[in-house]
């Protein structure tokens, strides 16, 4: 088993936009694909793991959903960069019909996309590392047995830090801190 470093997408990976779904409007944060691409380069598995409750609520489908991580892919390559799995939780209180659950097991804070990444990878999640840029993204990371790092981007902030392994202005700084400390 190996380990693997899950990122939540919105405000860590690319710039926070409410219910993100057209691909035009994705940018991502600066730096970021030189840092998806330094983990790469170290034969570390990247998964993005990410609520999209947008979704669940009806305001997108998941055509939209994977028509901004085509967008992603492309502009993660230009860097050679890629993202190896994504897991997304369309699961809400307040979502419509299958998706309407006060506390799904997939939605951050719980450990659920993480859990499930881990048995169909191989991957070990006490090895592992999350960042995120929200206290639930450093919740679900805990739940899972991951270290946790907060990116000041996005809602990062406005966080408390204190919960976190390690505090970053931004994903390549995270991403730098992180590889230092890998073994």
């Known amino acids: 088993m190996r380990p693997a470093i899950f990122l939540d997408r919105d405000g860590t990976l690319n710039e926070e936009v409410d219910y993100l779904s057209d691909p035009g409007q994705l940018v991502l944060i600066p730096g970021a ?3 998806v691409a330094r983990i790469n380069a170290k034969g570390i598995p ?3 793991v ?7 609520r009806g305001k997108y489908g998941w055509d939209d959903f994977a028509a901004v991580m085509n ?3 492309t502009l993660l390559a230009l860097e050679n960069a890629v993202i190896d799995a994504v ?4 699961h809400h209180e307040k979502a419509l019909g299958e998706y309407a659950v006060t ?6 804070p719980n450990p659920g996309m993480l859990v499930r ?3 169909e990878h191989g991957l070990d999640l006490s090895r592992s590392w999350m960042v995120g840029d929200k206290a639930l993204d450093l919740e679900a990371g805990r739940r899972a047995g991951c270290r946790v790092a907060l990116v000041l981007t996005g809602y990062g902030a406005t966080v408390d830090g204190s ?6 202005k931004d994903l390549p700084e995270a991403v730098d801190r992180i590889l230092a400390l890998w073994p």
């Open 33 to 35: 694909a030189a840092a």
């Open 46 to 48: 990247v998964v993005v």
């Open 50 to 56: 990410t609520n999209q409750s947008g979704i669940g």
């Open 71 to 73: 967008r992603m892919g």
């Open 87 to 90: 897991y997304a939780s369309p």
């Open 103 to 108: 506390d799904h097991p997939e939605r951050k």
């Open 117 to 119: 990444a881990a048995e």
């Open 163 to 168: 919960a976190a392994d390690l505090v970053a």
